[in-house]
């Protein structure tokens, strides 16, 4: 019998692989992600199956309630992020409900948190290509990066670095949207919008 603690939790990062691509308001899944790596005490390696880098782990408090996770970011640049996505979901034998999705969203200011289980793309070509593949009832960490000044377009805001306003913060809005992660994996959904649905 599987319980909670054993039952294997995929949180994907989303962003573009590649060192010009780094510091990008549209890779702060991959931050996340990279965060949550560090807590850890793991590194990154390549993924034998799937063209992505993952960690496995717990994360949450030492014993039960801690939960085992494998943290992916997908090597496929976003727009095929459901490929690596669906390869990992495969090998590991997650089901949709242990699926976290954690993606930079237009439509929040910067910084805001918000967490859902379900619905649209809103445009995000990583979660059009992830919903193509799985089927939309994935949880989703969306880290609001706000809209495009003046007529910018939206591919270019995404794909420029976070201004040096912005990044006065960044660091603290991570943080915060990896304790948001986590609670949501070992708390419930529910708890997790109470405490960071800002």
């Known amino acids: 019998m599987t319980t909670d603690a054993d039952a294997v939790w995929l949180v994907a990062g989303l962003g573009n692989p590649g060192p010009e691509y780094a510091s990008n308001r549209h890779n702060v899944g991959f931050m996340v992600a990279d965060l949550l790596a560090e807590r850890m ?5 390549r993924h034998g199956k799937a063209q992505a880098q993952v960690v496995e782990g717990r994360i949450g408090p030492p014993g039960p309630a801690g939960r085992r996770v494998v943290l992916a970011k997908p090597m496929s640049y976003m727009n095929l ?4 996505v669906t390869a990992l979901r495969d090998f590991y034998k ?3 409900g242990r699926l976290v999705a954690v993606h930079d969203e ?6 805001v948190l918000r967490l859902k289980q379900a619905g649209g793309d809103n445009g995000h070509n990583g979660l059009k290509s992830i919903t193509k593949a799985l089927g939309p009832e994935y949880f989703r960490v969306r880290f609001g990066i706000g809209r495009p000044p003046g007529r910018m377009p939206v591919a270019d805001f995404v794909l420029r670095d ?3 306003a912005e990044r006065k913060e960044l660091d603290y809005f991570v943080d915060r949207a990896a304790d948001a992660v986590e609670c949501l994996v070992t708390e419930g959904l529910e708890r997790a919008q109470s405490a960071y649905n800002s």
Not at 81 to 84: D, F, R
Not at 106 to 111: E, K, R, T
């Open 162 to 164: 976070f201004s040096a």
């Open 106 to 111: 237009l439509d929040i200011d910067y910084g």
């Open 94 to 96: 997650v089901p949709a």
């Open 81 to 84: 992020s459901g490929g690596p």
């Open 41 to 45: 005490g793991a590194r990154f390696k």
